[in-house]
């Protein structure tokens, strides 16, 4: 990265501090910056027509650490969820349009974003795929073996709301599977 993108960025980001539950992008908004976690977690819930927060991923400083408004930055509409700290967090805020324009220009950030980009798209991929192919009882197994530290950061219910089962399930399962 050069020097000059450097100190383009410092003035275009700002840093956000955000408490537990706390909302850093709104249901039905639109929101055009991209986060880079520092510290912290996240999830990203739906709201279902009856008004129910559905859990659909999760993100820490090491695991989907930036994300953005997808719908608003792609499709020009409002979000059709919500992103929350699922602890005390800390995120870089970056416009996403200057970001991109950078990208634009320095062919080792082009290489950085794809790759992580991908990165994220491939996750995303697998956790669908393997939800969608597999018992509760193979995917929560799976979700062990793969991804066992969110089961140490995020609550039980948001596990089970992001596996589409009842806590009560989740819990049976947890009892029947022996690490």
Same mark, same amino acid.
């Given at each position: 990265? +050069? ?6 960025l #410092?003035?275009k980001?700002?840093?956000? !501090? ?10 039905? *908004? ?8 520092v510290?912290? *977690?996240?999830v990203?819930?739906i709201?279902? *027509?009856r008004? $129910?927060?559905? +859990? ?11 994300f953005? =408004?997808y719908?608003?930055v792609y499709f020009? /509409?409002? +979000?059709?969820y #919500?992103?929350k700290?699922? $602890? &005390?967090?800390v ?10 324009q /950078? ?10 974003? !794809?790759?992580?980009t991908? #990165? ?7 956790? &669908?795929n393997?939800?969608?192919?597999? +018992? =509760? $009882? ?6 062990y #073996? ?6 140490? &950061?995020?609550?039980?219910?948001r596990?089970? =709301? ?8 989740l =819990?049976?399962?947890k009892a029947?599977?022996?690490?």
């Open positions: 990265m +050069t020097t000059i993108f450097v100190h383009q #410092e003035d980001c700002t840093i956000l !501090t955000l408490q537990k539950n706390e909302p850093l992008i709104a249901f039905q *908004s639109n929101n055009r910056k991209i986060y880079f976690i510290q912290g *977690s996240f990203r819930n709201i279902t *027509s008004g $129910e927060e559905k +859990t659909v991923m999760f993100h820490t400083e090491s695991f989907c650490e930036f953005k =408004s719908d608003t020009h /509409q409002k +979000t059709a #919500e992103v700290a699922n $602890e &005390r967090s995120v870089i805020a970056v416009d996403y349009d200057f970001l991109f /950078q990208i634009q220009n320095d062919l080792k950030l082009l290489q950085f974003y !794809t790759r992580k991908e #990165e994220l798209f491939v996750t995303i991929d697998l956790f &669908r393997f939800q969608l192919g597999l +018992t =509760s $009882e193979e995917y929560l197994k799976w979700l #073996e793969h991804y066992g530290f969110l089961f140490q &950061r995020f609550p039980a219910q596990i089970a =709301s992001f596996m589409g089962i009842t806590n009560v399930w =819990s049976n399962l029947k599977i022996t690490f």
